[in-house]
């Protein structure tokens, strides 16, 4: 899970149906239908080489360091690059070989052994080899020294004989250049999923790791094309505010059923963008080979299919969340000052204060006025688009400012003095400034939604837009900040939320690195998400996680806005293109029909 810069199981349709909002737009259970069979019929055809794809983006990379990074501008790029053992397909959310070539594993789950490829090369033609996987889980993953993005995944936690956690790791042991060698301390459901996770190559990372200075390699302002994995592409060229080309890997591994080696497309290019805004008129001029539509561009894209030449697609509510959160951080900086004002420490651990701030976002304005129809009101933590581990039954918390209004004045915080601001017990009027990211203008406009919901509550907000690096940087650095506006990338399993809802955990947003849990809650969630990734019975693991979904709800840490409806538009000149519930295409596929 990863911090989101943009607003980016099997199961029945009627189950993802019951689970959307009630002014969910009536042809969704079609468009699901639709997109299961798209992915059904599928079957790739015989490309030819040339050509690019270009997408016009707001986001940039804040690191080329993969292992490091947070965001998803990062591991939007990066991801071209870098491979795991396994990937999760496009069309089915079926597990998938990539760098392994299969697998087994001992009944209890415990020992896996995957075999591996042998002719694959790194970007700089070095053979890729177990010793690489056993480098990157050994080294970079469980490495001591800092704080990779991967490893919350792979750390597993079990109760011990006083009933008190603790935390182990799985060994990773290259048993010869082809096979390596995975033991797990207990069951992990997810484990094959999780072996998505980027593998590093240990002939360039090996001497940094060993220097201690891993945190400074691979930087921002390192040339990206010393940026060596395994992937279809690599870095050509990247020039910050403007633009970041992809270079076909003339020696990737993948061949199509022809022979033909993959990719299909010499480059993929990135224009950077300020604004969301600036990404339509790119695409309309004919610049970008996709959109990633808005709610409000909806209605102007879809007359224009024929004359402009793409194909609009709607793809029913997305996995990605925004949300409101408040700083519970009750740790203090280096030189002792607390992270957060102690006197708003203690409203924003209130719970109640929480819920009636819950009560004043206007969810349906949120849909109507930003996504002009196109989205689904959140409760849950986990999106509907996950099928039936999404929690359609959680406590709930309608637009009602009279109700925000009778919570805030239960707990005695109401205005004394007639200037329109609440005081709480001790007379200190109730004043926090609030902040999201510039260059989301969705984002920007459901934040200004959510301040006039709480102003009109009697809470005295500032809002202010920030720089996207210096939000995260408040985020897992400074913590500095009081409410904020952000979005996570989700996805099909709720385990990928393991570092936002471990209480030990860096993207622990509200209160990170606990070195217990602070509140019972936490504490139960923390429960539910380990328990859950040890059961294999999938009618168990959905109700674990349906059981911290209704905590989470109840003492709302977050507080959900809306889900954006998933809706992208297609030039019409590409092959092996067909929208699913989980992409468009694979893009070493991908080739041009107009060359």
């Not at 986001?59 to 053992?85: I, K, M, Q, T």
């Not at 270079?247 to 963008?273: A, C, F, I, M």
């Not at 009636?356 to 930003?370: C, E, G, S, W, Y």
């Not at 408040?474 to 996570?488: K, P, S």
Request: proline letters at 5%.
């Amino acid at each position: 899970m990863r911090f989101r810069s943009t607003i980016a199981a099997a199961v029945s349709v009627l189950l993802i149906l019951s689970a959307c909002s009630t002014n969910e737009p009536a042809a969704a259970g079609g468009i699901v239908a639709e997109l299961r069979s798209n992915a059904e019929e599928f079957s790739y055809e015989i490309g030819t080489h040339g050509g690019a794809l270009t997408l016009a983006t707001i986001s940039e990379p804040l690191s080329l360091n993969l292992a490091l990074s947070n965001d998803a501008g990062s591991s939007n790029v990066l991801g071209y690059l870098f491979e795991g053992l396994t990937e999760t397909s496009w069309l089915d959310d079926e597990i998938e070989p990539l760098l392994a070539e299969s697998w087994e594993r001992s009944d209890d789950g415990l020992r896996w052994v995957f075999n591996l490829r042998d002719d694959v090369l790194w970007h700089d033609g070095t053979p890729f080899t177990a010793h690489d996987v056993d480098f990157t889980f050994n080294h970079v993953v469980y490495n001591d020294d800092f704080n990779a993005s991967s490893r919350a995944t792979f750390e597993f936690r079990y109760l011990n004989d006083d009933e008190e956690w603790e935390v182990s790791n799985m060994t990773v042991a290259a048993l010869d250049d082809h096979s390596v060698e995975f033991v797990l301390p207990q069951p992990f459901a997810p484990f094959l999923r999780s072996m998505g996770t980027a593998i590093y190559p240990k002939h360039i990372l090996e001497g940094p790791i060993n220097a201690g200075t891993f945190t400074e390699f691979w930087n921002i302002d390192t040339d990206p094309t010393e940026i060596i994995g395994t992937g279809p592409f690599t870095i050509g060229e990247y020039t910050p505010g403007e633009r970041v080309i992809f270079e076909r890997n003339p020696s990737y591994w993948k061949t199509d059923d022809d022979g033909q080696r993959l990719p299909y497309l010499d480059q993929v290019v990135h224009v950077v963008v300020p604004d969301l805004e600036d990404e339509l008129t790119l695409f309309r001029d004919g610049t970008s080979d996709f959109h990633g539509v808005l709610g409000e561009e909806y209605a102007l894209l879809e007359p224009l299919q024929g004359e402009e030449n793409f194909a609009l697609h709607r793809r029913g509510p997305g996995f990605g969340t925004t949300f409101l959160t408040f700083n519970q951080n009750r740790g203090s900086s280096d030189a002792g000052e607390p992270f957060v004002d102690p006197t708003k420490l203690y409203w924003f651990r209130n719970v109640n204060f929480r819920q009636a701030v819950a009560h004043t976002l206007d969810k349906a304005a949120m849909i109507d006025v930003v996504q002009h129809g196109l989205g689904y009101p959140q409760w849950s933590s986990v999106s509907p688009a996950a099928g039936d581990f999404h929690n359609p039954e959680v406590p709930r918390y309608p637009y009602d400012i009279d109700r925000a209004n009778d919570l805030l004045d239960d707990l005695g915080w109401v205005d004394t003095d007639g200037d329109g601001i609440r005081e709480d017990g001790l007379g200190n009027p109730i004043s926090f400034t609030l902040v999201t990211n510039e260059g989301n203008t969705v984002r920007q406009a459901v934040t200004e939604i959510i301040r006039d919901g709480m102003v009109a509550a009697g809470l005295d907000v500032t809002y202010e837009v920030v720089d996207f690096g210096d939000l995260v940087s408040r985020l897992t650095t400074t913590y500095d900040w009081e409410a904020m506006v952000i979005g996570f990338t989700g996805g099909p399993d709720p385990y990928s939320g393991i570092g936002l809802w471990h209480s030990s955990e860096s993207l622990h947003l509200w209160y990170p690195f606990q070195d217990d849990p602070v509140t019972n809650w936490e504490s139960e969630i923390d429960r539910l998400y380990i328990e859950a990734s040890t059961e294999f019975d999938h009618d168990k693991r959905v109700q674990l996680y349906r059981e911290a979904q209704a905590i989470a709800a109840e003492h709302v840490p977050l507080i959900y806005t809306t889900l954006s409806e998933r809706l992208g538009a297609v030039r019409n000149v590409f092959g092996n293109v067909t929208p699913t519930l989980y992409g468009y295409w694979d893009i070493r596929y991908l080739y041009r029909t107009d060359l």
